[in-house]
């Protein structure tokens, strides 16, 4: 089965900082897919940015990149720049397509704090 | 193009009494999945509908049902509800294909249970 692992509950960052958030994960299929999103204290989660497990350059998007070390399992999210309103909750999540359907497996999230 | 709508937005129930929320996906998706989050159990996946058929369903007792219909809204009941129920449930919608999907979620709806 599937496992995402986040370790890190809470981060404190200085605005304009970078900021990596880690992601660990465990799957035995060799096809998988990787999700990072954002949850704002409203509740919406907002889709950051997706990696493909064959994919051979690691995912960006704007201010967020995904480093991906697939030997390693790992796949952390990398905010370049940071400002007041990243602070958010950061969920990791993996595609877990056994028996067909739409799944997401989450991890327990990070909870990232932008000091001004 | 509008996002995924949830409705209500808060709700406020008593222990034994039954709830409705509705999920309105992107236009032109055809799955909707559901997800509880709760505190101490995190995300959790509830169920999904693709072309009002549910394909998967995650371990929750069945006083958790859902339904989806032709225009692809999906509408989640839990009956008999319990304290534990309280929780945020999120909808998410997506094309349908579980191998290259990403799921688009709604604001949630937030259930309390008195």
């Known amino acids: 089965a599937q496992k995402i692992t986040q370790t890190q509950p809470g981060m404190f960052v200085q605005e304009k900082e970078a900021v990596t958030l880690d992601c660990t994960y465990d799957?035995?299929?060799?096809?998988?897919?990787l999700f990072w999103y954002k949850q704002p204290s409203s509740g919406e989660m907002i889709f950051l940015i997706y990696?493909?497990?064959?994919?051979?350059q690691n995912a960006t998007e704007g201010r967020y990149s995904l480093n991906f070390q697939k030997a390693r399992k790992s796949a952390n999210l990398v905010i370049s720049a940071s400002q007041l309103g990243d602070s958010a909750m950061y969920f990791c999540?993996?595609?877990?397509?056994?028996?067909?359907?739409?799944?997401?497996?989450f991890g327990q999230g990070t909870r990232l704090t932008i000091n001004p | 193009k509008a996002g995924v709508t949830q409705t209500p937005r808060y709700l406020i129930k008593t222990r034994g009494q039954q709830v409705t929320l509705s999920c309105s996906p992107i236009?032109?998706?055809?799955?909707v999945s559901w997800y509880q989050q709760t505190p101490g159990q995190g995300l959790q996946f509830l169920f999904e509908?693709?072309?009002?058929?549910?394909?998967n369903k995650g371990n929750f007792p069945g006083r958790f049902s859902g339904r989806q219909f032709s225009n692809s809204r999906s509408e989640m009941n839990v009956s008999t509800l319990e304290l534990g129920d309280s929780a945020l449930y999120l909808c998410?919608?997506?094309?349908?294909?579980?191998?290259?999907?990403?799921?688009?979620f709604g604001p949630g709806t937030r259930l309390t249970v008195l």
């Open positions: 998410a919608s997506s094309f349908g294909d579980p191998s290259t999907d990403t799921q688009y």
């Open positions: 799957t035995s299929d060799p096809s998988y897919g």
């Open positions: 990696q493909g497990s064959y994919d051979q």
């Open positions: 999540a993996m595609r877990d397509t056994h028996q067909g359907a739409q799944k997401l497996v």
């Open positions: 236009s032109g998706h055809r799955s």
């Open positions: 509908y693709f072309s009002e058929t549910q394909r």
